[in-house]
């Protein structure tokens, strides 16, 4: 594959004590070797690391002190010739290697072009290239660890073992019809395609459960702030914006890196209604009445509906319960430093279980208990990304979920007991599903797949 070679700094900008700038194609060594001071790196060994200075080749002025790292394809992340240089005195130093690497004609690499080339190369399948580029748009600490699971190749694994599972079914079939003759191996029965499929069919399920949970770190709780004019809205969203440093993520091997700002209540991603937003939801039962003002309610995660704690309950606090009825809400009652007016009992009677939390955001009172009862609510207590394989990828559920069609049509062959060849194709249906998540062309004959991976004995 014809590549040119590209360069980036990747590492977080601002924050860190050392910035690494990384090239990576045909050329990074030797034009690397241009501006370094140290070592001949052109002879140097794969993965050694040299001590040096870069200098700029114009002037021959040093531009930086820095330790390199020479790794030679393939055994890299792009499977390209890579280097990286590890510089120390911060942003201006670092932008300034990457000047100088610039002007020798390197090419600054894309967001994410690092991976591609890593992908196109056969380093990482499908799966892998894409959550790294959920890493890039990852906006947590949690979210960024999903997407470094998957990119581990965890999703690939498990879609692998039940794609070699259903191909073994496949091909057991295809093995009575095509070699009745051939008395060892067993005849497949109705029962055991029951048994393999409903296997495949519930870790499909499971993988779309989590799918829910790897949007919303990714994406963000979609979180209303409700209640009369008045109560503290707007209060309560700036403080949770203030107490809640918003979590900047970069991305890896770029410069141009994608800065989002979040607010990230205890690892769980919130994602705040803008100020119109409120605005609109303030008189929202008024405005639109019940029914509409349901359905914008609806399209949240999470409620959070202020009260006035110096306030009687009011006809409008009634209808904005009304309103929330079955949906995921806290109520927060808010100014407790003024004067108890609000029917406590009342309140937590028309709550119905829901957590009730006490503040008072002008004393900033109370927003611990807030952010504890936000993170439980969503996830009952803190979320553990450790054991799940989650899959936050819209292309991917959309496949899992064509996968689980297919595979349900299958199922439903065979319980009306339709011959096994028939029921197959629904069954190689689903292994094409899958395998088109990890990128694993349909293209290749199945039939060749098959007898590669079935052994006929002789
Ligand atoms: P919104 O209309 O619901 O967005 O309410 P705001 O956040 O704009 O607050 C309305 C008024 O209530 C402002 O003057 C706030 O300073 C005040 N306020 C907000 N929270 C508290 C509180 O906990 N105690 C008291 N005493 N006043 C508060
Ligand atoms: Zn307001």
């Known amino acids: ?162 794609r070699q599972d259903l191909l073994e079914t496949v091909a057991h079939v295809e093995v009575n019809i095509d070699y009745p003759e051939y008395d060892d191996v067993e005849e497949m029965s109705h029962e055991m395609m029951q048994r393999k499929t409903k296997e495949v069919h519930k870790e499909i399920l499971d993988l779309l459960n989590v799918a829910k949970q790897g949007k919303i770190l990714r994406e963000g709780l979609a979180t209303a702030i409700i209640g009369r004019p008045n109560v503290g809205k707007s209060s309560l969203m700036n403080t949770l914006v203030q107490e809640n440093k918003a979590i900047v993520t970069e991305i890896p091997g770029t410069t141009r890196d994608i800065i989002e700002e979040y607010v990230n209540v205890r690892g769980v991603p919130l994602r ?82 829901n957590p009730v939390v006490t503040t008072s955001l002008i004393e900033e009172e109370g927003v611990d208990e807030l952010e504890s009862a936000i993170a439980k609510t969503f996830f009952a207590g803190d979320i553990d990304t450790g054991d799940l394989t989650y899959v936050s990828n819209v292309r991917h559920i959309q496949l899992l979920k064509q996968s689980q069609k297919a595979l349900e049509d299958a199922m439903e062959g065979i319980e009306l007991g339709m011959p096994l060849d028939i029921v197959q194709i629904d069954v190689t249906r689903t292994w094409e599903f899958l395998g088109e998540i990890i990128g694993d062309t349909a293209s290749d004959s199945l039939i060749d797949q098959l007898f590669s991976q079935f052994c006929l004995g002789k």
């Open 1 to 162: 594959m014809e590549t040119d070679t590209i360069t980036a700094i990747s590492t977080p900008i601002g924050e860190g004590a050392i910035a690494i700038v990384r090239l990576s194609g045909p050329e990074a060594i030797s034009i690397t070797t241009e501006l370094f001071r140290g070592k001949n790196l052109n002879e140097a060994d794969s993965h050694t690391i040299h001590y040096g200075k870069i200098i700029d080749p114009q002037t021959e002025e040093v531009a930086e002190e820095v330790m390199v790292s020479v790794m030679r394809a393939p055994k890299t992340f792009t499977r390209e010739d890579v280097v990286e240089i590890n510089c120390h005195g911060g942003m201006v130093a670092v932008n300034r290697v990457l000047e100088i690497i610039l002007s020798r004609g390197v090419r600054l690499a894309e967001p994410g072009e690092f991976t591609k080339r890593a992908f196109l190369h056969g380093r990482i399948d499908l799966s892998q290239a894409e959550a790294v580029m959920d890493l890039i748009r990852a906006k947590t600490d949690k979210a960024m660890s999903v997407a470094l699971k998957q990119m581990d190749g965890r999703l690939s694994g498990l879609i692998q073992k039940l």
């Open 272 to 353: 705040l209604v803008d100020t119109a937003g409120i605005r609109e939801t303030e008189d929202i039962v008024e405005k639109i009445g019940v029914e509409r003002s349901r359905q914008v309610l609806k399209e949240s995660d999470l409620i959070l509906f202020v009260l006035n704690y110096n306030d009687e309950l009011t006809e409008e606090d009634v209808k904005l319960f009304e309103a929330i009825q079955g949906l995921e809400y806290i109520v927060i009652i808010n100014k407790t430093d003024l004067e108890q007016k609000l029917d406590m009992e009342k309140v937590l009677e028309m709550a119905e279980g």
